[in-house]
């Protein structure tokens, strides 16, 4: 096994993105309990020394990381400036998707009462937020969904971790009513 587990550390070290488990299965030739357990005994290894990185589940993906207490001393060797934080009307707008996803821009504009085509272009330049298809009504509009960086970015794992939000709810049923349910679908 410590054969597989060093493997598994190389191949997540070396990725730099997130690796579906799936991949990580078929390369290595386990299955998802002892991948599970792979990825337990890395992560308390790497979480046990607080260790400069750590591992963080994406859904059903994988990616080793730099530990966010050492984030400032990580920039100022790479000469990397902070990133930028976003506007409240992006975070609105993102917080919207990743609650009610996927979801048409129009969608948004409804439950914002404004237009936020720029915002929505902002997101999906920094890869917050990706097209997931097209709704099946007159016009075809873009569907749009929270990406795998969108978990990374506020270290979460899956979208089952974001808190309850019931303002979120009470808007929608003030804004637009009943008929908002029909509007969305599924992306593929």
Do not use: W
């Not at 190389?10 to 998802?32: C, N, R, T, W, Y």
């Not at 990185?53 to 080793?64: F, H, S, T, W």
């Not at 000469?79 to 821009?105: F, G, N």
């Amino acid at each position: 096994m410590m054969e597989q587990l060093y493997e598994l550390e190389g191949i997540l070290f070396a990725s730099g993105e997130p690796v579906h488990e799936e991949k990580l299965m078929q390369v290595l030739g386990v299955d998802e309990e002892k991948l599970h357990r792979m990825i337990t005994v890395l992560s308390d290894e790497y979480d046990a020394g607080q260790r400069g990185m750590m591992l963080v589940r994406l859904g059903k993906r994988y990616q080793m990381v730099s530990r966010p207490m050492y984030a400032e001393s990580i920039r100022r060797v790479l000469e990397v400036r902070r990133p930028p934080t976003l506007s409240a009307a992006a975070l609105e707008v993102l917080s919207i998707v990743a609650y009610r996803q996927p979801v048409t821009r129009a969608y948004i504009e409804q439950l914002r009462g404004v237009d936020s085509s720029n915002t929505v272009l902002t997101l999906l330049d920094k890869g917050l937020i990706e097209a997931c298809g097209r709704l099946d009504v007159p016009g075809r509009p873009m569907i749009y969904q929270t990406t795998p960086a969108f978990l990374r970015t506020f270290s979460i794992s899956s979208l089952d971790e974001l808190p309850e939000l019931p303002e979120l709810k009470e808007l929608e049923r003030r804004q637009i009513g009943e008929d908002a349910e029909g509007a969305e679908q599924l992306c593929l």
